[in-house]
């Protein structure tokens, strides 16, 4: 197992080798300065952990996944995320995500739906620090009402539509970082809200998890 120092090297080569490098292209310096910083080995199994810097994803247990870290960066960078911005993440999964933005933002409000691994991912940040974090476990379909409005909303699970709640707790001018469709099919959205009005913008093709919940009901 390696050790803190090493860690710190693999993360060092992370945002080299897979963020910043040439045809990978992540350019925002904070977004950067945080997936350098923030410990991923902390966020996998303990029998992973040497591999929480692989460019690939990871399980976590109860059939979820930690995503590979361009994913983490490239998914933040298109977020645009501000120093006074209130954050809503729907699928906390293993917390990473939460971290990664608890660095970057004001606020992080983050949901999971599988009860045991919001438990853990709360543990797990409260454990390293990442105060301005709260933790609901619930169905993110529905979002955090009574926390809204959002400047930002990220998504890590993909619905077959943009959930209304989630656009309706939106501030006008946020902007939300989403991946829809079916499995095999899915591509990230960056939607911008505008009044009454909402820009949608395919970013990249992805393959996520499905939200489950009232997502599969509607």
Known sequence: MAGD??????????????LAAPGRDITNARVLQ??????????????????AYRDYPLPIG????????????????????KPTDKVLEIGTGSGYQAAVLAELVAEVYTIEIVEPLARRAELDLNRL??????????DGYLGWPEAAPFDAIIVTC????????LIDQLRDGGRMVIP????????LYLLEKHGKEL????VLPVRFVPMTGE????
């Open 158 to 165: 993909a619905p077959e539509r943009v959930p209304q709640p």
């Open 199 to 202: 820009t949608r913008r395919a």
């Open 180 to 187: 829809v469709g079916s499995q095999g099919a899915q591509e």
């Open 129 to 138: 620090g990442y105060k301005n974090v709260k933790v609901r476990a619930g």
């Open 62 to 81: 109860y059939g979820q996944t930690i995503s590979q870290p361009y994913i983490v960066a490239f998914m933040t960078e298109q977020l645009a995320p």
């Open 34 to 51: 945080a997936m350098a910083k923030v410990p991923r080995h902390e966020f996998v199994p303990e029998h992973l952990r040497d591999e």
């Open 5 to 18: 120092s090493d860690f710190a090297t693999l993360r060092k080569q992370m945002v080299e080798t897979q």
């Open 215 to 218: 997502a599969q009901r509607r």
